[in-house]
């Protein structure tokens, strides 16, 4: 960072608290913030790069370097419209897949080889051929969180923004119809959908490891501590949670929730990132604690960014061989279809 001087460090740290960064640093490290982001920024457009960058991210990563912003579906599609070459994407391996997928022709890179997440390693493509095989003729819809090769297995994908309309519509015309991985994502999806899961829709046993430990006996505590709360808990909940809370939705959905109602104060059952943007924000809005931290996530840094901008190791490159790339783009852009249309 020797190529960064102490006024642009002092001009980038005001940049920074002005977005609301300030509130969650410590002494001294908004000046080690400035110095990355700063560094990063100028990388970006000597290279022509972008950073995607998830909800789930810290807000330094968010507010101080993220070009596209938003949930799974948000950074597919955004990654579809992007004029750079090198895609830097700070979330997790599948979303990273997913754009190299959308994109054969960028460079897309994963800051840190640890961010994978277990719902993606719950299933395998031959776990999928083997539930098509049990099932024949039933259709499998699959959520994003899931790999080039399952997805490759699959005839559309879905995330939580749009899970519900797409497997109305995909039910309605074939009413069988396999959903993986997310056996808590799947139960409620099917519970909207007055199925039966299990039966008329059949699930996989994938699940989060942020989400399928929140307690619904912890809700009703704080709802008793704090009238007038709202809850909204994310779709990969078990259904005992969704069953206790006010809203259940992606976090795209739970943002504009926050933003267009006025409770005297939310709790948010997700990703501990999501709360602290959130906060950024919506400063004028109350937020209570309940959140898990994705350790998938949080292995990226401005640090691994950084380095990936400067000197990229071959591991990072995000690549997908082109058969499997070109089955998994069918689903995938299968589910643009039906979520526009
Ligand atoms: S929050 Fe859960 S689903 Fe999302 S990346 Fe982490 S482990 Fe995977």
């Not at 968010?62 to 004029?83: E, N, P, Q």
């Not at 897309?108 to 049990?134: F, N």
């Not at 799947?186 to 959908?193: D, E, F, R, S, T």
């Amino acid at each position: 960072m020797s190529c960064i001087n102490e006024s642009e460090i002092k001009e980038e740290s005001k940049r920074l608290m002005a977005l609301g960064l300030h509130h969650r640093c410590v002494e001294g490290r908004l000046d080690q913030i400035a110095a990355l982001t700063e560094e990063i920024n100028r990388l970006k457009k000597e290279k022509n790069a972008v950073i995607c960058a998830h909800v789930y991210q810290t807000p330094e990563i968010i507010l101080g370097i993220g070009d596209f912003v938003g949930d799974s579906y948000k950074l597919a599609d955004d990654s579809r419209h992007t004029a750079a070459d090198i895609i830097v994407f700070c979330g997790v391996r599948f979303m990273a897949e997913t754009a190299a997928v959308l994109n054969p022709a960028k460079k897309v890179y994963i800051p840190s080889l640890d961010a994978g997440c277990s719902l993606s390693e719950s299933v395998t493509a031959e776990d999928v051929r083997g539930l098509k095989a049990a099932h024949p003729g039933a259709s499998v819809v699959t959520y994003i969180n899931t790999s080039a090769e399952v997805k490759a297995e699959s005839d559309c994908i879905v995330t939580s923004a749009n899970a519900e309309k797409i497997l109305r519509r995909i039910y309605e015309k074939n009413k069988k119809v396999i959903f993986i991985p997310d056996r808590f994502m799947g139960a409620n999806l099917a519970k909207v959908l007055g199925k039966t899961p299990g039966e008329d829709i059949i699930l996989w046993n994938g699940s989060c490891v942020v989400h399928e430990h929140f307690d619904a006996r912890t809700i009703a505590l704080y709802r008793k501590n704090y009238p007038g709360v709202a809850v909204l808990a994310h779709a990969e909940c078990p259904s005992d949670i969704i069953n206790a809370v006010d809203y259940m939705g992606g976090t795209g959905d739970m943002m504009r929730y926050v933003e267009n109602t006025n409770a005297a104060a939310y709790l948010l059952v997700t990703e501990c990132g999501f709360g602290e943007l959130a906060r950024i924000k919506f400063p004028d809005k109350n937020f209570i604690a309940m959140c898990r931290l994705c350790p998938y996530m949080k292995a990226v840094t401005l640090e691994n960014i950084l380095q990936t901008l400067k000197k990229p190791s071959k591991e990072q490159l995000v690549t997908v061989p082109p058969e499997i790339a070109a089955r998994a783009k069918k689903a995938i852009e299968k589910m643009f279809e039906l979520a526009e249309g």
